[in-house]
């Protein structure tokens, strides 16, 4: 392995805090990028410092709604927006709230196969 | 209080070869909030995973963008090569070196000639694209290819480069070198390029890294973060410390790519001496399972691969988070307070590729 | 008619991927050097004669694609520039592609490649030099037919 890559797994309460620890260490936002698994979509905030590179892995149920980390780390709004649009995740509470529209794709929540709890459209 | 305005900017605009969106909120001249909304290129090719084998994705990955492409086919390698454990040959990671640093060159003398072009500077602009043929000369005859390589695999490289030809690029690019220093010293001394850029879009180092800014936008803002110094393919075995510069400003970044086009062709030079014989790929067959993370920096920062495999032959999920998504907050930043003529200089500051961004 | 000494073109990227692009460009500066023939890569659409567009249209772009290319005054031309332009390409299958450029505009030239290389680009705008003549010429004829019409609409009135 090129590198060492530690996956904290966290719960839906204790995401903000370790994110604001994280926050507090001086660490970098790398990116958020969302996995669909069969029952639950998993969701992984990615972090670094000095070349050391850490993940915290959330998995979300279907129509579960999560906290936005947008009001620790401001640039975390592209990605959350990201999430919201392609993968139909609940989030609150997003700095800069674009309700949908930040890619406008032609089918709502394209990653996500319409499943029985929440399908706001099915996508063909 | 001065009257607000909404001014659009794009998706079609002069200085924009690519489409962004920005809704630039001002007072007078100068803007006090800009909101960019993208989705113009948004083609959803995460998901072609589906419907193609993790061989034949090099393809898909190598044309997310034109401007990077063989670091994208090279990142994605990586990304599926650390899964299945596979013991890359040291030649071809030399070989990836040294067309990873060829792009590079061609990319910051492309954004160089953008940049030039966006100020009004059009001679400059011409050299600068001139300059760049030369190099894509060189990957021409080692790759077959312009725009898009096709040379990296899973696995190796299809190609190799024969000690002579090496020789022969390597002297080629030293020639180059000082006719290229012809024109990055305009953007480094002269008087108009510096009173355009100078002071203009300033961001400092602790907001730049608190945004999770990369690459030269962060450097400029004199933090050393560079991918390279994590050590995959060849890098470890080069001597080479990341360009910084300390102000932040457009004249930085500006700074910040004129001298890594010079750190690219002295990598290239180190690399032709220190490669090893040996074979160029090797045989690969099963299927992919687990995850990985892959880092590499791109001509625009730092770019991350996730992909996630279940022992099947497509992926199940693969996701690219490109430098130029990570820069957008900072832009937005940047934005704030500027001067209305100021905003295409410090939108391509941050050297958009919006093809990336947007997948 | 001099129109084809000195056609201005406008570059629009659809959803390419900058390949195509950068090789626009590149036909248009000192190696491949369009620029010696009159031809002048312009911002605005109301300046240009050729429309140069690069990759497949996705419902966001095509709206965009579609108001140039109103924009435009006539005669003009549409040149196609790459694979992604023509058909869709290797992105085909992607959930927001909804094709080449002609599922939105008329199309006069293709130029197909991946991505289309400079000299091919150069090929494909030469060939819109002639349709663009063409053009020209019968549009100029349905303008001075008009005229005579409307000339002709102008007696009958006068006689009234």
Known sequence: MTEEQAIIEVGKDTLLGRVADFHFQGYRLVQICCTPLEDAIEVNYSFDLNYSFTNLRLSVKPGEEIQSISIIYWSAFVYENEMRELFGLNIKNIVVDYQGHFYRTAMPTPFVTPGPVESPADGE | ?359 | MFLRKSPWIIHYDATSCNGCDIEVVASLTPLYDLERFGIINMGNPKHADIFVVTGSVNPSSSAVVRNIYDQMPNPKVVVAVGICATSGGIFRECYNVLGGIDKVIPVDVYVPGCAARPESIIDGIVKALDILEQRSREFKKLRVESQRQEKKLRRYRLND
């Open chain 2, 1 to 359: 209080m001065a009257q607000r305005n909404i001014i659009p900017f794009g998706p079609q605009h002069p200085v924009l070869p690519e489409p962004i969106h920005l809704d630039l909120v001002t007072e007078d001249e100068t803007v006090v909030e800009a909101i960019p909304s993208i989705g113009f290129v948004h083609r959803g090719l995460e998901k072609l995973v589906e419907k193609k084998d993790y061989q034949e994705f090099v393809y898909v990955a190598e044309r997310i963008c034109g401007i990077c492409s063989f670091m994208h086919g090279m990142t994605y390698c990586q990304a599926v090569e650390e899964i299945m454990g596979l013991d890359v040959p040291p030649r071809a990671l030399y070989l990836r070196t040294v067309w990873a640093e060829l792009s590079r060159i061609h990319s910051h003398l492309m954004w160089l000639g953008l940049a030039a072009d966006a100020f009004g500077f059009e001679s400059l602009f011409m050299n600068c694209w001139r300059h760049r043929e030369g190099v894509l000369d060189i990957i021409e005859a080692t790759t077959g290819g312009r725009v898009i390589f096709g040379s990296c695999k899973i696995g190796g490289v299809r190609r190799d480069i024969d000690d002579g030809t090496m020789k022969g690029i390597v002297k080629k690019l030293e020639t180059m070198a000082s006719e290229i220093r012809r024109s990055t010293d305009v953007f480094l001394n002269d008087y108009s390029v510096q009173h355009r850029l100078k002071g203009v879009g300033v961001i400092d180092g602790e907001e730049a890294h608190r945004l999770g800014t990369v690459g030269p936008v962060l450097r400029a803002s004199g933090i050393a973060m560079d991918a390279r110094k994590i050590g995959y393919a060849a890098y470890r075995d080069l001597k080479f410390e990341p360009v910084i510069e300390k102000d932040g400003d457009c004249y930085s970044r500006c700074r910040v790519r004129v001298r890594e086009v010079f750190q690219s062709i002295e990598l290239i030079a180190q690399a032709a001496q220190k490669i090893p014989p040996g074979e160029t790929e090797i045989r690969v067959t099963g299927a992919p399972e687990g995850e990985y993370f892959s880092r590499v920096e791109q001509p625009r920062g730092e770019v991350i691969y996730y992909v996630k495999a279940d022992g099947t032959k497509n992926l199940k999920r693969f996701r690219v988070r490109t430098p130029t998504f990570a820069n957008l907050p900072a832009m937005v930043k940047m934005l704030k307070g500027a001067g209305l003529a100021d905003v295409p200089n410090i939108i391509l500051t941050i050297d958009p590729c919006i093809s990336c961004v947007e997948r």
